[in-house]
Structures are given as structure tokens and as C-alpha cells.
């Protein structure tokens, strides 16, 4: 059940009325719920109990450091792209042995830099990277934890720009020179091959590429285990879909427990990288109606959020779910579009919503935990949203609205002539 719910004709984040959210801290705001996070966590690390696995959240989905550290303290393991989420996994509490390094363009620093701490494995995609892994571990004189990513040439059957899994993707090694790079990376004398990895997109809502990956995986594996080189785990990545309108993703249970089905027997640890599928449902974007703007051709209602705060429906043309904080009665529902005062025309959250609006309402943009806050930026010299956690009754400014000063502090004038 859904962590934000209309209590009183207003809706609540868990036991706090957004309104009393939006006079403390203004608008936009991201609104997250502890619970909710916590129960997404959950509900994949109960469906692997017994078999040997780690969860590791994919920080690049939220990684405000309120967020990284609960799930922290579950017990989580994290998936990082750079050497920046490394070091907001360690300020959070995050335990280094249980990080996991994927992307396709580590830079020696930041081999370095997760040799030194001591992450769990490095998901290496390409031969250059083995090289270059080898050449750091090397220096450092330790042996570096690898898995290759393999690509397994799946079609996840989901948006074009959040698929990674087919051959013309720049993602992974093609499934069918994995091999080869194996038997490389088992000669190299600093790396000590550990695991498997795929992931092949995001929001995908039907389990099927998922478990056709892990079939195609599974055979790599045993022809590895012919040849002498035996992986410890492997990593299915992440993937999962979520709700936001009428789609129905299988649940993490019932999605696990096809996985388990397939590997029952063997003597692997699981892996896997979720990030929407925890955070996204636990989130939502705050705003207020600024202006209206009806006009002959479009109802436009002028809100404080803007593409530069959320940038899904523009990028992807994703649709999120908008609700009225406090839905009223008292003007007539009509087809708005819900646009930002960015200019862009495609600056807008939601388009032909039937809604009963006036000057100053309050609105919801649902589903708004994932890809939201990390994806936002400062075009038109806007600040970004402040971020708050609900827990129960307390709320927590977890991460304060920028000011304008802040976002050219690090510029500087030319000398005067
Ligand atoms: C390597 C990797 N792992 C995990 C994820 C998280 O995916 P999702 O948020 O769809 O679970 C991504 C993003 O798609 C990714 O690129
Ligand atoms: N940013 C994308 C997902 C990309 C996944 C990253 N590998 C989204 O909002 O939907």
C-alpha cells in the first residue's frame, strides 16, 4: 500500500499533510517516505532469504545521502557509477566490501580510489578496462575483484533510450566474445575473477528479457566452469519496473522467485542492482500552481516546477501521475497542461489532466523518487528543489533548496583590462 493516501481530504506522506510540508519548506520539494523506501527494500532482500545474495541499490536512481543511509542500515549493498557515488556510499554509512562499480568509463582515480576502500567487485565492460584494472591493481600491488558485464543481446522491450541490453548498445561485452575476454581477464595476474554481470534496461514490466538474460547467463557460466573458470556470483543488474500509470510489473517476490527456480542447485550468490523499483513509489515531487493560463487551443497551468526538476516527461515523454493535494469542488475539472516557466516547449509535467485548479493549489507528481532530484539541473539559473524525508509524524530537511548565490559562486569575472 502506497505510503502517500488522502486522509481528510488532503493528501499525507505517511502521518504528514503535504501542505504543512509546503509551508515549511516551500515549493518545489521532493517528498520522500522512510517507510515506503524500507518496504521496497525489504521486499527484495525477504524474497531471497535462504539464498545466498546481496541487494545492491543503484545509487544513480536517488543518492541523497538521508536515502543511501537508511537503506544502509538494512543492510544494503550499493551499485555505483563513478567515484562520486563511492564517496556518497561512504559520508551515508554504506559498507565499501558491499559496493559493486559498474559503467563503462572508470578512469584509473577511481579504480584507485575503490581498490583502497576495498569495494565487493568491479563490473568491467570492456578489454581496455580489464587492461587498465589490471595496470592500477598492479601499482597497488592487491588483487582487483572483477565480473564482466556481459551483454546479452535481449530486447528488455522498453523505451529505446533506458534499453542496454542489445547488441547495438554501447553497454557491456557482447555475449559472444565474453569468453575470450574471460579467459584474459583469468590470465591477468592482478585481477581474481569473482562474478557474472548483465543488466539490460530499465522499467521493463515484463519479467520475460529478464529471464531469458538469466538463461542466457546461466550457459555462459557453465561453459566458464568447462574451462576451469569458476565464478562465485552472478549479477542480474537491475530493471525492474514500477507502476506510474496502469502498468503492472511483476513484484519483486514474484519476479525472485522465478530466479530461484532457475539457479535452485547451484552454488552461486545472487546479486542484483535495483534502484526505480525501491525509490521510485516512495517519492514525489511537491509544486504550486503559479499562474493559470487558459487560452482558445490549451489550459495552461503555470506550476514552480519545471523540466530543470524533473526531466522524465521531456526526455522520455514519460507520463507521471499528478493528483491535487487538495482536490476541490468548487470550480469545474477541465484538461490542463501542467507546464514549468522554463523556456522549452518541452517543458512541461503532464499534458490534458483533468483537474479542478486555482492560483495557489498545491499538486502532487507521483513516482517522482527515482531519476528525479539526481536528474535535475539548474537551467534558467533556477536552484534545485529542496528535499525532505518523512518519518511517521517527523519530517527531516534532508537536503536544503539551493540559492541563486550558490550556483555561481564558483564562476569568476575576467581581469580588467
Ligand atoms: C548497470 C545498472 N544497474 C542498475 C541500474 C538500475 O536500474 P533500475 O533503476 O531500472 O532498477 C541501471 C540503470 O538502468 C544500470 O545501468
Ligand atoms: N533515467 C532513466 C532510467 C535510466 C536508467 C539508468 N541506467 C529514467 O528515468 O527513467
Known amino acids: 500500500m502506497s505510503e502517500f493516501q488522502y486522509q481528510n481530504g488532503e493528501l499525507h506522506a505517511e502521518a504528514v499533510a503535504l501542505s504543512a510540508i509546503a509551508e515549511q519548506y516551500g515549493t518545489p520539494c521532493y517528498v520522500y517516505s522512510r517507510r515506503a523506501i524500507e518496504q521496497a527494500f525489504l521486499a527484495w532482500d525477504s524474497a531471497l532469504a535462504g539464498q545466498p545474495h546481496l541487494v545492491c541499490f543503484a545509487v544513480k536512481a536517488n543518492s541523497n545521502l538521508a536515502v543511501l543511509n537508511v537503506l544502509a542500515r538494512l543492510g544494503a549493498g550499493f551499485d555505483i557509477v563513478s567515484g562520486g557515488e563511492l564517496e556518497r556510499v561512504l559520508a551515508a554509512g554504506g559498507d565499501p566490501a558491499r559496493v559493486v562499480f559498474s559503467?563503462?568509463?572508470?578512469?584509473?582515480?577511481?579504480?584507485?580510489?575503490?581498490?583502497?576502500?576495498?569495494?565487493k567487485c568491479f563490473n568491467v565492460e570492456s578489454t581496455a578496462e580489464l587492461e587498465r584494472l589490471q595496470k592500477v591493481a598492479a601499482e597497488l600491488g592487491v588483487q582487483a575483484p572483477v565480473s564482466l558485464r556481459v551483454n546479452p543481446d535481449v530486447d528488455a522491450m522498453t523505451h529505446p533510450y533506458i534499453s542496454t541490453g542489445l547488441k547495438e548498445n554501447k553497454f557491456g561485452i557482447d555475449i559472444a566474445s565474453a569468453l575470450a575476454v574471460y579467459r584474459r581477464a583469468a590470465a591477468l595476474p592482478n585481477l581474481d575473477v569473482q562474478g557474472a554481470d548483465c543488466h539490460i534496461g530499465s522499467q521493463l514490466t515484463d519479467d520475460t528479457p529478464l529471464i531469458d538474460a538469466l538463461d542466457r547467463m546461466l550457459l555462459l557460466v557453465d561453459q566458464l566452469a568447462a574451462e576451469g573458470i569458476q565464478v562465485h556470483h552472478l549479477d542480474l543488474g537491475g530493471g525492474l519496473g514500477v507502476t506510474y500509470d496502469d502498468e503492472t510489473p511483476p513484484t519483486p517476490g514474484e519476479y525472485l522467485a522465478k530466479v530461484r527456480e532457475k539457479v535452485a542447485g547451484r552454488d552461486l550468490t545472487l546479486l542484483f542492482e535495483p534502484g526505480r523499483s525501491i525509490v521510485a513509489n516512495a517519492g514525489l515531487l511537491l509544486t504550486q500552481v503559479n499562474l493559470l493560463k487558459p487560452t482558445e487551443h490549451k489550459n495552461f497551468a503555470i506550476i514552480d516546477a519545471a523540466m530543470n526538476d524533473l526531466i522524465r516527461p521531456a526526455l522520455y515523454s514519460a507520463w507521471m501521475g499528478i493528483d491535487a493535494v487538495r482536490p476541490r469542488t468548487d470550480v469545474a475539472a477541465k484538461p490542463w497542461d501542467l507546464v514549468g516557466p522554463v523556456c522549452e516547449t518541452g517543458d512541461f509535467l503532464g499534458?490534458?489532466?483533468?483537474?479542478?485548479l486555482a492560483e495557489g493549489d498545491l499538486l502532487a507528481v507521483r513516482s517522482a523518487g527515482a531519476y528525479g532530484f539526481v536528474m535535475s539541473s539548474n537551467y534558467n539559473t533556477r536552484p534545485r528543489a529542496a528535499e525532505v524525508m518523512v518519518d511517521?509524524?517527523?519530517?527531516?530537511?534532508?537536503?536544503?533548496?539551493?540559492?541563486?548565490?550558490?550556483?555561481?559562486?564558483?564562476?569568476?569575472?575576467?581581469?580588467?583590462?
Not at 579504480?111 to 583502497?116: F, G, T, V, Y
Request: hydrophobic share 40%.
Open 392 to 417: 511517521g509524524a517527523a519530517t527531516h530537511l534532508i537536503r536544503r533548496r539551493e540559492t541563486v548565490s550558490e550556483l555561481f559562486a564558483g564562476e569568476s569575472l575576467l581581469p580588467e583590462a
Open 351 to 356: 499534458k490534458d489532466r483533468e483537474l479542478a
Open 103 to 119: 559503467g563503462l568509463g572508470k578512469t584509473e582515480d577511481e579504480m584507485r580510489r575503490a581498490l583502497q576502500v576495498g569495494i
